[in-house]
């Protein structure tokens, strides 16, 4: 997880009281943490119940995530979809991908999930159905890109979650010049701000949670 948004006790007592995911998803959460190599990127409890209430609320038949890693995520959203729905995650990573299929061969939920190997950017152009939520949290270089490639494919009442969108709060001040997925983050931010195809706001969840509507 990165630091920095809310104080760490904070952050601890959000934690627990957070309603705990099933203990499947939470043996996936430990193994990852010893297991798998830049273990920060999971997203974890906490965002995920935000997931699964935005699902809640919104009954998606599509949910597209960009960024698979584990797979905790995508498993994370399938056990909140209504029946009949799905999630399509994408990964770049042949080996990340590969651990995140036997996790949805053997977690529930995961029959649910379509996964796809290869670039974002091709997934979506792959897409022939509106969909109503996608998930924003491959590489941050891409978000622009992955934006303008989703924003004409989203349902009427499609949403886009984007994560990590507060960079440690550093898009707030001035930015390091070799802090490329900080710039990446705030240049996201600005164009998503300056779009009136679409309505937006930041959550100071986890490292930053942003919610776009269509306008
Ligand atoms: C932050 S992790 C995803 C975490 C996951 N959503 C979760 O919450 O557990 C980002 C993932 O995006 C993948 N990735 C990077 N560039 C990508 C691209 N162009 N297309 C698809 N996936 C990409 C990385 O390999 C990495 O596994």
Redesign the pocket.
Known sequence: MSPGLVPEAVEAYILAHTTPMPAPLRELEARVRAELSASQ???GPV?GRLLQALIHLARPEVVL??????G??ALVMAQALPEGARVIT????PE?AAFAAEQFAAIEGGDRVDLRV????ETIAQLTEPVDLV?I???KG?YVDYYEAVVPKLSDRGMIVA?NTLWSGRVAGELEPDDTSGQAIAAFNDHVLADPRTVCVPLSVRDGVTLIRRA
């Open positions: 990127m999971l997203s965002e995530e960009l960024g698979t890693y584990s905790y995520s994408c990964e770049l990573d990340r290869g670039p974002a950017l998930f949290d491959a590489d891409g994560d």
